[in-house]
């Protein structure tokens, strides 16, 4: 598919136009797609019946009655190159791919993004419903730190085996546990995402160099306790990997409380009052050269 393709549904009737790849997954494509104008995000997939799953899980984040708007806007088949294509529409929320947003943003923004990615994955907990393929691909950032889950493809039942994962983001690469689908795996996805939002280099290094018999969390939170800003996370890191939360509204409140000391952390992590204190020492400093030069 290429952007600019427009096709209707064949059941529904509804017309969409499709203007950007979000991302791509075994068992499909996002877009960022308009129908009347109007934005959402349309998943093209390989199987209906993989669709349906997902369609299902949305529709179930509905009934939990949390949220004002509707997740799920159609679904429905589309013809495409000579054969029917499931897809479905889901609501939108201007953003960016989370490393995209660090970039452009800085490191403390991830203060107000990690909470609301956090809710996100509580109301899915709450439905009955693990992410499971968690990365920085499948989370979009507003501006102000909203958060939008676009590929539901890897949900999976709570208890179940998890249906899709990225190695790096899986606490089984990880030798930190199995794949059975519970708040946990997503606690620890979660974790490793900020790892790559910030640290990505040097995250991508470990998992070159690292032999599979020396995987374990205690390598991601070496990369944690050295960087900058990461480092003022610790504590909800460690947490995160070794899955000691109550529930995810709990993780959530904990990233919020650990997450204001990155709001007064001055450049390279350097505590704000230490950054003032430089600044100040400097501006003095100035100031007693020019006097000097003047006598």
């Not at 997503?186 to 910030?198: Q, R």
Request: a positive charge; hydrophobic letters at 40%.
């Amino acid at each position: 598919m290429r952007p600019g393709t427009v096709f209707k549904g064949k059941w529904n009737g509804n017309v969409y136009r499709l203007e950007r790849l979000l991302g791509a997954g075994s068992n499909g494509q996002v877009w960022l797609a308009t129908r009347g104008g109007v934005p959402c995000a349309l998943k093209l997939g390989l199987d209906a019946a993989d669709l349906q799953g997902e369609t299902n899980i949305l529709a179930a984040l509905e009934r939990g009655g949390r949220n004002r708007a509707p997740y799920l806007l159609d679904a429905d088949d589309a013809r495409l190159g000579g054969k029917d294509v499931p897809f479905y529409a889901m609501r939108y929320v201007p953003g960016m791919p989370v490393r995209q947003f660090v970039r452009r943003r800085g490191p403390r923004a991830v203060a107000a993004a990690g909470g609301h990615l956090l809710d996100q994955l509580a109301e899915l907990h709450e439905a009955g419903w693990v992410f499971g393929d968690l990365k920085c691909d499948n989370v979009l950032v507003a501006p102000g730190g909203q958060v939008t889950l676009v590929d539901y493809g890897g949900a999976t039942r709570i208890g179940r085996s998890v249906r899709q994962f990225t190695e790096i983001y899986d606490r089984g690469y990880w030798r930190a546990g199995n794949r059975t689908a519970e708040p946990a795996y997503d606690w620890f996805s979660a974790a490793v995402l900020w790892v790559h939002a910030l640290d990505g280099d040097r995250l991508m290094r470990l998992t070159r160099t690292l032999p599979p018999q020396n995987r374990h969390p205690r390598e991601l939170m070496r990369l944690v306790r050295t960087h900058p800003y990461l480092r003022h996370m610790e504590i909800w890191m460690r947490m995160a990997l070794e899955g000691r939360f109550r529930d995810t509204r709990e993780a959530s409140r904990r990233w919020r409380e650990q997450a204001v000391r990155l709001n007064h952390a001055g450049p390279e992590g350097i505590p704000g009052w230490m950054a003032g204190m430089a600044a100040a020492t400097l501006v003095l400093g100035a100031a007693t050269a020019v006097l000097w030069f003047l006598r």
